[in-house]
Structure formats: C-alpha cells, structure tokens
C-alpha cells in the first residue's frame, strides 16, 4: 500500500518536472540569432583591444631598444674619440681621463679612506633610522618602516652598510650557489628598476627573507624608478643578515656608464647633495663585485641576460668580474708589438705598479709642437691646418705603441690601456668582457641560432638550438632570465626552458603590465606570483586599462617623430618629386621607418597619427606642423630648439653628466672649452679658442661662470645652426 504511494507520487513529480523543460530554440529562433550577433560582437571587440595592445606593446618596446642603442653609439663615439684624441697639455690629458676613466682611480686603501663613513657626524636632529653592524633583522623592518614613511637613511650608513657589503661580496664566487635542501623554497625576483612599491609587496605576499625563504635577485635593482637606492639599501641589508639565503645577480643596469643616463647617478645626487660623489664611488666598486649568475640544485641557471653559443660556465667561473666596473662598451685599439698593460678602472687593479712603467714615460717620443694657427678668415686654408694638425697627433700617438696602419683592428673591453704587457692576455681579457657581455644583454629569439642583437646594440640573440645545447653540456633543466619587460610579469619560450621573469609592474605605465615572481621548491616546479603593485590600476577596466598606456604609447612615439622633423621632411621629399607637398599613405609609412628604423606597423599606427584624406595622400608639412604646435603647447619654446633638445637630450645629458666631474650640476668654463676643442676636431666644427671663450660667455645666462645643463643645451644648438 505504502510502496503504491510512493511509485504515484514520483510519477507525478516526474510528469511536473517534464512539463517545466524548454525545448532550446533552433538556429532560425531570434533568441539563438542575437546570441550568436553578441558572441561575434564581443570576439572582434576583445581581438581589437588585443591588437591595440599588442601595438602599444611594440612601441613601448622599440623605443626603449633605440635608446638603448643611442647609449651604445654614444660611447662608440667616445671610444673613437680616446683612440684618435690625445692631448697636447697636462689640462687636456686631466680632462680626457675624466671623461673616460671612471672618475678618480683609487687603491684600496685610498678608496676606503676617501669614502670614510667614521668621518661623518650623524647629528642629533636626525630622526631616521640608525644602523649599527654586524646587522640584525630589526634593522631590516627599521628600514622597511622609515622607507614606507619616506625618511633617508643618513649618508654615514649608506657608505658603512656599502664598505660591509662590499667586503663580503668579494668574498663570493662568480656563480653563487643554492640549494632547496635548506630553505623551503627558493624566490626568484627579476628587474625592480627602482620600483620601491613592487619590492614591498612582494615582501607582503611572500614574507621578508629568513632562514626559511631564500631569495634571488636577478638584477637592474636601479634606474627608470625613483627610489632605486632605497632598494639598493633593504637589498643589501637582507644580504648581510642573511648571507646564505638572500642573492644578488649583476644586471646590465648595474654599471656607472648606464647610470649617467637612466637616473641613478642623478637620484644619488638629489638625495645626498654633500656626501653623493662618496656614495656612488662606492655604489660603483660594489656593483663591479656583484656575482654574474645564480645555479639552484645545479640544475637551474639563472642569469640576468641571456646566453650566447660562446657562453662558458667554467670560463665564467674564473673570470675576475671585478675588474669590468663598465662592460658596456668595447673600445677598438689597434695590437701591438711592445709590451702594454692593461690598467683596469676597478680600485683593486691599481693596487700594483710597475716601476719601470714611470722610466718607459720619460722616455716617450716627444709630442708634435703646436703651430700657429693660420687666421679663421680663410676657412680653407684653417680647416686644411685642423686637419694636419690632428693628423700629426694620431701618428705621434701610434708612435707611442709602435702602431702600423696595416695591422689590423681587435675589440678590446671596457679598460684603459697604456704602455706595459699585452699579447696572450689581452686575447683572454676580451673573452672575458664578451662572457660578460653576452649574459647581461642577450634576449632569446623563436628562430635558431646566435646573432648579434641590433636591437639594443648589446650582446645577442640566441635561438633554441643555443639553449639546448647549454642545458646540454651543463645538465641542467632551465634558464631563467629577467631584461625585458613582459605584460604578464613573466613568459616561457624554447619550449619552456627558457623562463623571463620581471618584477617591475606598470614598467611603461599604470595599467602596461603585472609584475610576477616565481617560487621554486625541491621539485624545481615553477609557481608564479604575479600582482600589480598600483592601486589605481586595479580601478581601471580592461578597456581603460589598454586606452591609457596606449595614449602614453602614442605620445611618445610622437615626440620621436617631431625629434626627426628635419629628417622627416627629407625622407618625404624623395617621394615628392614635383614638390606638391603632398604624398601617399604608403609612402609616408615607408619614409618614416626609413628614418626612424623602429621596426614598428606604420600602416596599422598610421590612424592614430595621421588624419585620413579621402584620396589617400598626405600634405606633410602641415603634419608636422600638427606636430610642432603640439610639442610648442607644451614647452612654450621654439621649434628648432625643441626639435634638437628632443632628438638629441637623452646624449646630451650623459655627456654633460660625465663632464660635470662632481655631478654639481654644473660644469666650469675651463670644462666647457675642453669638451668642445675635442668634439671640434672630429664632429666638422671648426671652433678657434676664441669662438669657444665667445660661445661659452654667451650661454652664461646668469653670469655666475659656470654652465649648468640648459646652457650646455643652448651651446649644443647654437653650434649646430652655425654649420
């Protein structure tokens, strides 16, 4: 009866819950049709925002590679000019040795002396944090604290905690070593680039180091961020509490030569106007010290660059790294037969002198005597005279090192030559600086093999074939590496033994990118950590997000436009043959990769920066006037100058910044005269001694004898109108 009941009551529940089933409409029903419509919709709006970054992406990126390769050309400008230069005067010869040695060289007891924290009085009023050695973790979260509060550390500290940290980075090896055996995991940070924010919160997510949790720092601590030595300072504290957990790699960044251009050298200055040229001399020998690759459980390399076909661990292990304090440039000098010694910028590498180095100079061939110059009014008959004038000094030169014009040219590194020993050792030196080279700025490319990397104008580029190969000879698993930028904060490639991991979020601008880390245990499992250190970019939707950096991109791709305006003009009117000031689209794209070689999709850029005409042409000069109005709404100056300061700012602030000896900011008169009598012999500006004294006194706009940066500027474009 009961079991009836039941069976009756299912059936009914059945028959209800049946009646309540929709049928699913068919293809032809509306309902399915708009579905359909708004699928479609939505994946062409969600592949346009994707285009759109993507192009955003490679504008970013194509700019930040020429600048990098701006950096190059200029210290290839500076090599050929210690090769072909030498001074007639003990003040030429001074100023020659500022601009291409690394400041004052010192030995090691002078450098410590000279950057003697005891000296500096810590006073009362100082309300910042204190440091007091050897380092405890209190003074770590002390720092942590005052940092976040946006205290300094007094400059006494920061030479005491750089005299430590040097100390025991010299007693490390090239290639640190780790293991997971003794810590939980291991935490692999990329760039930081002065990202103070992203480095907090990468302690906030993942725990400050300890015993327990090991880290890794894969380079480029410095530059581009604002608070670059903010993290220098909680980097080396951490490493001095906890010397076996908390590593530290070289990146391409951490070099004084890159440091003149990208801000660091002009944060240190800012913070610490009196004590500055103390700290970053030693900032500079630390960085010289730092080791050159990290190996966990012998199975996972991680370098800052990339690798190359020629990359050797063994070679990189022997390798005196201290001795490269620069590896961005390699300058060419000729070979010679005569014994020379290389005498190293490092502080350590002049320790030792050769008495017989100081007999060898009083010996030397006596210098050209200077002669007359002829008078200005006849410009041939003075150019005729600068031209042999030089001559005669390259061959004295050559004469000081038996130099030939037949024998032939080899690369050297980064170091000052001068008379003593060369032969074999020079060979060995420059495969060290190439090792050096190639794993602080290689990137890894789809395609196989090793080519030179163009893109940056340092190191190379290497293939999966390079990679295997690597893995291969040193048994290992993967390479994990950091120097680009990635949206995701990291990126795998070569069949996922290749990982890049960068730790600086929103690198372009709010909303560009995440920052990642990623965490290794005993199984060598990659686990990604990836966050957004910005508050504002977690308001942002996705469509905001892209229409931010995108309109960040354009700007700047703009101002390098308007940088190029005369070159532009030239380029255009090649195509324009009948001179109607007008051109086609087309060739509008292809004259503005032929003169800016980005590499970029003009055609697919051209909307955003080029107003769409209904027959398809182009009246460019009123484009770039667009231009110009748009850069002269912003900086009230006049375009000549604008289009010279845009182009050429970036080099002419390094230079000025090598000159200026004690980044004062200014420059003397006698430094000013010096630069350009050198420039002037090879940049086809003809200069007397007194043009330079009118030029100089001219650009003295406040009189006070001295020139700062916009005065070097204005001198730069009153020279360059005068040719």
């Known amino acids: 009866m009961g079991s009836g009941s039941s069976g009756n009551a299912n059936y ?54 020429a600048c990098e390769q701006d950096q190059i050309k200029l210290h290839n400008f500076f090599s050929y000019l210690m090769d072909h230069f030498t001074p007639s005067s003990s003040k030429e010869r001074d100023f020659i040795s500022r601009m291409f040695i690394s400041g004052e060289s010192f030995k090691e007891a002078e450098l410590e002396k000279y950057c003697d924290y005891e000296s500096i009085e810590v006073p009362d009023s100082y309300t910042g944090p204190h440091l007091s050695f050897p380092l405890l973790p209190d003074h770590a979260t002390a720092l942590l604290e005052a940092f976040k509060q946006k205290q300094q550390l007094h400059a006494r500290y920061v030479l005491n905690l750089l005299h430590e940290t040097r100390k025991h980075l010299k007693q490390l090896p090239n290639i640190s070593h780790v293991s997971t055996c003794y810590s939980e995991e291991v935490t692999v940070c990329g760039d930081l680039h002065g990202q103070l924010d992203d480095l907090f919160l990468i302690f906030y997510k993942n725990g400050l180091p300890s015993p327990s949790k090991s880290y890794v720092f894969n380079g480029d601590f410095v530059d581009r961020g604002k608070q670059s030595l903010e993290i220098l300072i909680i980097l080396f504290t951490f490493l001095l509490i906890y010397p076996k957990e908390v590593h530290l790699n070289r990146g391409n960044h951490e070099d004084h030569m890159v440091n003149l251009r990208y801000g660091f050298t002009k944060e240190v200055m800012h913070k610490y106007k009196l ?31 990339g690798i190359s076909d020629t990359t050797d661990l063994d070679v990189l292990e022997k390798i005196q790294r201290n001795k490269f304090v620069s590896v961005l440039r390699g300058k060419k000098r000729k070979k010679s037969n005569r014994n020379v010694e290389i005498q190293e910028t490092s502080e350590e590498n002049k320790a030792e002198t050769d008495p017989a180095g100081n007999e060898a100079a009083h010996s030397l061939p006596p210098s050209p005597q200077p002669v007359q110059a002829p008078s200005t009014a006849n410009r041939l008959e003075f150019s005729r005279w600068v031209r042999q004038t030089v001559q005669e000094q390259i061959e004295w030169c050559r004469r000081l090192v038996d130099i030939s014009d037949s024998e032939e040219e080899e690369l050297t590194y980064a170091s000052v030559v001068s008379l003593t020993d060369l032969d074999g050792s020079c060979r060995t030196r420059q495969e060290d600086w190439k090792q050096i080279l190639d794993i602080l700025w290689s990137d890894p490319m789809p395609q196989e093999g090793c080519i030179v990397n163009t893109v940056r104008g340092g190191g190379c580029y290497f293939g999966p074939d390079v990679t295997r190969k690597i893995l291969e000879k040193y048994n290992l698993q993967f390479l994990i590496r950091s120097h680009e930028c990635k949206q995701e904060g990291y990126e795998f490639c070569h069949s996922r033994k290749v990982l890049t991991i960068f730790s600086a979020s929103n690198y372009y601008e709010i909303g560009s990118n995440r920052g990642a880390y990623v965490k290794l245990g005993p199984d060598l499992v990659p686990h ?96 770039l006037d667009d231009l110009a109005m748009e850069r002269r709404s912003r900086e009230h100056i006049q375009t000549s100058l604008l289009e010279v300061i845009y182009r050429n700012r970036s080099n002419l602030e390094t230079i000025f910044r090598i000159i200026d000896r004690d980044h004062s900011g200014l420059i003397s008169f006698e430094e000013f005269h010096q630069t350009w009598k050198l420039f002037s012999s090879h940049m086809n500006i003809e200069l007397t001694d007194d043009g330079i004294n009118d030029l100089v006194r001219s650009i003295d706009f406040n009189k006070d004898g001295n020139i700062d940066f916009n005065e070097f500027l204005e001198a730069f474009r009153l020279v360059k109108q005068s040719q």
């Open 12 to 65: 009914k529940y059945s028959l209800q819950k049946s009646e309540n089933v929709q049928t699913l409409p068919d293809e032809t029903h509306p309902a399915f049709k708009a579905a359909v419509l708004i699928q479609q919709w939505y994946r062409r709006y969600v592949a346009r925002l994707e285009m759109r970054r993507r192009c955003t992406w490679r504008i970013f990126q194509s700019i930040e590679y």
């Open 275 to 305: 004590h500055g040229k103390k700290i970053l001399k030693m900032i500079q020998n630390v960085f010289c010290w730092l080791p050159l690759a990290t190996l966990i459980d012998q199975k996972v390399l991680i370098i800052h660059g």
């Open 528 to 623: 990604f950590v990836q966050y957004q250190a910005n508050k504002a970019a977690h308001t942002l939707t996705m469509t905001q997000r892209i229409s931010r950096v995108e309109e960040s991109a354009f700007r700047a791709l703009r101002e390098k436009l308007f940088a190029h305006t005369s070159a532009l003009i030239s380029a255009f009117k090649a195509y324009d043959t009948d001179n109607t000031g007008r051109i086609t689209l087309s060739n509008w794209a292809t004259a503005v990769e032929s003169v800016l070689h980005l590499g970029l999709p003009w055609r697919m850029l051209r909307p955003q920066l080029v107003h769409s005409t209904a027959d398809g042409m182009l009246e460019y000069k009123s484009w």
